[in-house]
């Protein structure tokens, strides 16, 4: 593995939140981890939908992305400041998703980063 996936724990750490009492990654942090554009990971999920029930994906509603921010407006953590220019509300991934990611993702960074999540 490369040096980026080796920090890849502590990055993945600091990406988990707790979201309708689940804990989930937001497509930004884990295309970041996957070496892609958020808006192409969402796309490949798209493209394979059916591989993306409820319980390994969902949409944030308004309300839980506006109390998702505020709980890094006095945060150090830095990895978000991008979050103030989306247009839609993200959606996050379960571990079943970002399991399910790797392969609709189909790289070897891919495989990789789901091995180290996991």
């Not at 798209?46 to 390994?56: G, S, V």
């Not at 506006?66 to 953590?77: H, M, P, R």
């Not at 998703?97 to 189909?106: D, P």
């Amino acid at each position: 593995m490369n040096s980026d996936v080796d920090l890849i724990p502590e990055r993945i750490l600091k990406s988990i939140f707790q979201v309708r009492g689940q804990k989930v990654m937001l497509d930004s942090d884990l295309a970041k981890l996957y070496g892609v554009e958020t808006k192409r990971l969402n796309e490949q999920v798209k493209r394979n939908i059916e591989r993306f029930p409820a319980d390994f994906m969902f949409q944030l509603n308004s309300e839980e992305w506006q109390d998702l921010k505020s709980q890094f407006a006095t945060s150090s953590v830095q990895s978000h400041v991008e979050w103030g220019g989306r247009r839609v509300t993200p959606y996050v991934f379960t571990e079943l998703g970002v399991a399910m990611l790797s392969s609709v993702l189909n790289s070897q960074i891919a495989i990789n980063v789901n091995i180290s999540i996991m």
